[in-house]
């Protein structure tokens, strides 16, 4: 019995111990850099708003946040990075239109699923646009419409990935418009651009924050914007909508952490993070690139990936998309 008893109390001691050095290590929150995994290439609008919104919470955290962009598989090499991370509140995925897809599209995730991941904040949402060189022979929707449809796969359109909002976006637009187009999926949105700008493909369905820069700057031309209603930051553009009924497509962008990452951790990233995407530079870049910035609570974010997720599992599922 005596044994027992000081087993039991070298137990209780272990237990108070870990308790009490978690305590504190949560306490001291964030005592090192932070680093948030794009899981794409530099240049594209995941990587824009990731950088924007790091600068401005380091400050506020009082620590470095490291941007890492890590691209591949359709977005699952970043993120199951930060699946496969220790759940301290050091490392971030920021999360986009594919995060919500793959769990339909992808028969099998690396990291299971979307239960690997706690959420922290949904930043902000946003259309997608359509592009194309102003120099091209397409300059609206019934333009290219009417090439696709008199040369069935001919026309190309580039996308930062499989399974990005940008791929399904196009996907959509085929199956609806009823026409075939050829996917070429890059790494990233930045080489997509690029290789868009050189006329290696004909049109993207580009994220409003990576497309704004090169609209304005008249290197591209933008014909439809995604979402059903249209857009303040590109005024003018119609909505594909009115073109292809039905046609709806909306990008957004959101912070998640491990799974069993510690709420109080949590809840300091998603004060820090309001406090930066609520900041008059953050709101006046995410504003002019026709996003709309949200910065709630984590469970805004919850709700509305899982919305997300039910919405386009059913049109993966009806429309038999699948990954190249």
């Not at 930051?233 to 119609?238: M, R």
């Amino acid at each position: 019995m005596k044994l027992n008893l000081q087993s039991f109390l070298r137990a209780c001691v272990g237990v108070i111990g870990s308790t009490v050095a978690i305590t504190a290590s949560v306490a001291a929150y964030p005592d090192k850099p932070i680093r948030f995994v794009v899981p794409f290439s530099p240049g594209g609008g995941t990587d824009m708003i990731a950088r924007a919104l790091a600068a401005g919470m380091a400050e506020d955290l009082g620590q470095p946040i490291v941007v890492e962009n890590k691209p591949g598989a359709g977005t699952m090499i970043g993120t199951d990075d930060v699946a496969r991370s220790a759940p301290d509140g050091y490392s971030v995925v920021v999360a986009s239109f594919a995060y919500a897809v793959n769990p339909s599209l992808q028969p099998k995730l690396p990291y299971g699923d979307n239960k690997a991941f706690a959420p922290v904040m949904l930043v902000g949402r946003g259309p997608n646009v359509l592009l194309v060189r102003p120099d091209g022979p397409y300059h609206s929707i019934k333009d290219i419409l009417s090439a696709a449809k008199a040369d069935p796969g001919k026309l190309t359109y580039a996308s930062q990935g499989i399974g990005t909002s940008a791929h399904l976006a196009g996907e959509m637009f085929a199956n609806l418009g009823k026409v075939k187009l050829t996917h070429v999926p890059y790494r990233g949105a930045g080489p997509a651009l690029t290789d868009l700008l050189g006329g290696q493909v004909d049109m993207m369905f580009a994220t409003a924050a990576a497309a704004s820069p090169l609209v304005d700057s008249g290197k591209l031309k933008a014909v439809g914007v995604t979402t059903p209603e249209p857009s303040a930051a590109f005024k003018g553009v119609p909505t594909i909508s009115s073109v292809v009924p039905g046609y709806k497509v909306e990008s957004w962008y959101g912070l998640y952490v491990p799974a069993g990452t510690p709420a109080a951790v949590i809840d300091r990233l998603n004060a820090a993070g309001r406090k930066a995407a609520s900041s008059p530079d953050f709101v006046s870049k995410i504003e002019g690139e026709g996003l709309v910035v949200s910065a709630g609570k984590p469970a805004e974010l919850d709700t509305y990936v899982h919305a997300e997720e039910e919405r386009w599992a059913r049109i993966v599922n009806e429309n038999g998309i699948k990954p190249e």
